[in-house]
């Protein structure tokens, strides 16, 4: 599999900034793994955190790209650098029997939280970084995953402490 | 005092210094063609099809090195223009079209004549912007214009729609635009360009391969001193020609799919190649995995974008290309003088080797017109000196072989689209930039049918455009390929086309033609000598090949010659 890069681009918040930055990937064949985008404290300005896969030469035209755009302001690889990165999923599963118990064990192993329960589904909120995501999702896949929703990969550069 | 957007707008065209627009009325433009008619110092050409509109704009920006305006209505005027915008941005050229747009209350309404050309010309646009507020819009086309020609120039789309055209404050306009996320750069690293500076001092056979920004920079003249003082060849892509002179001993002529044999060998045997305001497009590099196989590599280039997006470049220059060649100039200076031409002198006739064995040429006819030929002719007649556009096709490649270009600007070249019916509409742009100038579009018979509309342009607004057509009767470079590549299938390439003199003459213009070789010399003696549009119709041989060319994919010492 091509390596993961996880890139931050602040951005103006205005209408058609989004189509412009996914436009660019779709324009050039570049793939898009998750994108997640919100207004930051400064109201003008939207983050958005793109995961995306391609080898370096595509990962550094994607940037370059980026930085072209007139409305991009900052462009951050995390890649390079140290990072923590989270992701949200919203998963129901079936449980019933002895599923029921062995779900809430998986709960609490990885530290996820139950939103919802019904006699026969349970509905978790589960946080935490790409591998994790993977190891739960695994885990649950065996009861039948009935639905999910994922926000997608967060990022955030940790500060230097020197 | 309070204005309307109308008049905002051509008040913020009036001090962006704008003379000339090209364009179209339509509904949602109403206002601004009647406020036209109160600003008599902004002249209005009115074309006969939007896309044309553009291309002369885009024309107009490169004989003038200022921004090209058009202005065309909404729904199918905008989308017209596209063809035009692509181009532009294709070859970065700094234009900005400005789209009339349905009220706001009706855009995503599918209201009538509403398309979302936004939307549409977001990737083939440097910026684009639609305008909801008209306090926004003095200070958008001042961005829009400031973006256009800044940086890696670029077109720019401003979507008006008609009630901020039709509202009206009290204007603030902008002193001095500065965007806080658009700096581009123009100075180069000097670091970085001593580094290059070394690599070219130690190599042994160094070639300059430059390109459109070049012109764009107006970097001809750094071009020139770098190469002569250092005697390093130059070849160029399409887009570079006359950055270089023509002339110059140093000159191997242009590079790539129809470069010359020398160019192209120079660059499959280089040791350093100084790529300068080009960017290894795959008509110049051929397979890239064998291009300039021996070569480090030099790029300057004021998008970084450019740099290390098709070839692994050693020395990257992010910069303008006149800021970079000055500073390589002045870095020169500096250094103790040395016989550069006794030290390039092995390199040198390895090259002129190259050029003799087989040298840009042609087979005579006596008694069928050599399409290369007519432009040979054009070229002695007009001295070198016109301002020459093209078509696309074979008609373009004739053209950048055989008109030695000595100066930049002088050719205007859908190099990046290849628009066929780009040439005919950019001479007009480039006619109305230079007045005085002689324009000549070489075009091919099935190119000018594709904007001949503008015919009626030319001769209403005295703009006395020569068109030279090498009518072949063939959609020829097609045609070329069919020959070569599907054993001379010609589907769909023969082509018929009117009586271009009498179409000539029903438009106004004059109408000559020329059959036989003797004939192309008075032709364009007369045409030259008319002050009025012509169309000079060159019965060419039909299935004449440009050559050299190195097939598609292939590597540039596969090029087939003859
Ligand atoms: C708008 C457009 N459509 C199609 C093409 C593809 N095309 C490239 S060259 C060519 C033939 C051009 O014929 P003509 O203008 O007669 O020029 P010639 O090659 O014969 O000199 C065609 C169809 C193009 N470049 N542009
Ligand atoms: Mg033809």
């Not at chain 2, 017109?369 to 432009?375: F, S, T």
Request: include cysteine; hydrophobic fraction near 40%; proline fraction near 6%.
């Amino acid at each position: 599999m091509e390596p993961r890069h996880t890139i931050s681009v602040w951005v103006d918040n205005i209408p058609g900034v989004l189509s412009r930055v996914t436009g660019l990937f779709s324009g050039r064949g570049f793939n898009i793994e998750s994108l997640c985008v919100a207004e930051t404290m400064d109201p003008e300005v939207s983050r958005i955190t793109i995961v995306s896969t391609g080898d370096e030469q595509i990962t550094e035209q994607i940037i370059k790209q980026l930085h072209k755009l007139i409305n991009v302001i900052k462009v951050v690889d995390l890649s390079g650098v140290e990072h923590v990165e989270r992701e949200m999923a919203l998963v129901t599963v079936k449980a019933d029997g002895a599923s029921r118990a062995e779900i809430l064990r998986l709960v609490d192993i990885f530290r996820c939280r139950v939103v919802d329960v019904s006699p026969t589904t349970y509905s978790l909120e589960i946080t935490g970084n790409y591998a994790k995501m993977r190891a739960v999702l695994d885990n649950l896949k065996v009861h039948g995953i009935l639905d999910i929703v994922r926000t997608g990969t967060l990022a955030i550069q940790r500060t230097k402490k020197d | 005092m309070k204005m309307t957007g109308a008049q905002i707008l051509l008040k913020c065209l009036e001090r962006e210094d704008v003379k000339h627009i090209f364009g179209y009325p339509g509904g949602v433009v109403l206002d601004i063609y009647d406020e036209l008619t109160r600003t008599p110092q902004l002249k209005h050409i009115l074309v006969r099809h939007e896309q044309a509109a553009v291309h002369a704009a885009d024309g107009y920006a490169r004989a003038s090195r200022k921004v090209g305006v058009a202005l065309v209505t909404s729904g199918p005027g905008a989308t017209n223009t596209v063809t035009g915008i692509a181009s532009a941005y294709l070859d970065s050229i700094p234009i900005v079209v400005i789209t009339g747009q349905v009220p706001t209350a009706l855009i995503g309404n599918d209201a009538f004549q509403e398309v979302d050309i936004v939307g549409i010309t977001r990737p083939c646009t440097k910026h684009n912007y639609l305008v909801k507020d008209i306090n926004q819009l003095a200070t958008t086309i001042h961005e829009a214009f400031h973006i256009a020609r800044s940086g890696r120039p670029g077109p720019v789309l401003i979507d008006l729609p008609k009630d901020v055209v039709q509202a009206s404050i009290v204007p603030k306009f902008p002193e001095e635009i500065k965007i806080k996320s658009y700096n581009p750069t123009y100075h180069a690293n000097p670091r970085q360009v001593k580094r290059a500076l070394d690599m070219i001092r130690g190599a042994k056979k160094p070639l300059l391969y430059t390109g459109g920004g070049i012109i764009l920079s107006d970097a001809a003249e750094e071009l020139t001193r770098f190469a002569d003082t250092l005697q390093i060849p130059v070849t160029s892509t399409l887009m570079g020609l006359g950055g270089f002179p023509g002339n110059n001993p140093l000159w191997l002529g242009m590079l790539g799919m129809h470069g010359t044999y020398c160019a192209n060998m120079a660059v499959s045997q280089a040791d350093v190649l100084i790529a300068v305001g080009a960017r290894f497009d795959d008509r110049v590099t051929g397979k890239l995995s064998e291009f300039a196989p021996h070569a480090k590599i030099i790029h300057v280039d004021i998008d970084p974008s450019s740099i290390s997006k098709n070839v692994k470049v050693d020395v990257p220059i992010v910069g303008d290309c006149l800021d970079t060649l000055k500073q390589l100039n002045d870095l020169l200076h500096e250094l103790p003088a040395k016989d550069w031409a006794a030290a390039r002198r092995p390199w040198l006739e390895t090259v002129a080797a190259w050029e003799k064995e087989h040298p840009l040429t042609y087979t005579w006819s006596d008694t069928v017109i050599k399409p290369q030929y007519v432009v040979e002719k054009l070229w002695e007649l007009t001295k070198g000196d016109a301002f020459i556009t093209t078509e696309v096709g074979q008609n373009q490649m004739w053209a950048a072989q055989f008109y030695r270009f000595n100066k930049p600007r002088r050719l205007m070249t859908s190099g990046g689209l290849g628009v066929m019916g780009y040439g005919f509409p950019a001479a007009m742009g480039v006619q109305v930039a230079q007045p005085d100038a002689i324009v000549i579009d070489i075009a091919g018979d099935g190119s000018i049918q594709m904007n001949i509309q503008e015919l009626i342009t030319v001769v209403e607004n005295n703009l006395p455009v020569k068109v030279a057509i090498l009518n072949n009767t063939f959609l020829g470079m097609v045609r070329q390929w069919q020959q070569l590549f599907y054993e001379r299938r010609y589907s769909s390439t023969p082509m018929g086309a009117p009586d271009f003199v009498k179409l000539a003459e029903a438009y106004g213009a004059v109408g000559l033609r020329a059959t036989k070789p003797e004939e192309v010399e008075p032709v364009i003696r007369e045409a030259l000598n008319t002050p009025k549009p012509v169309i000079m119709d060159f019965r060419v041989e039909p299935e004449e090949c440009v050559m050299p060319m190195v097939p598609a994919g292939k590597a540039m010492h596969e090029m087939l010659l003859a």
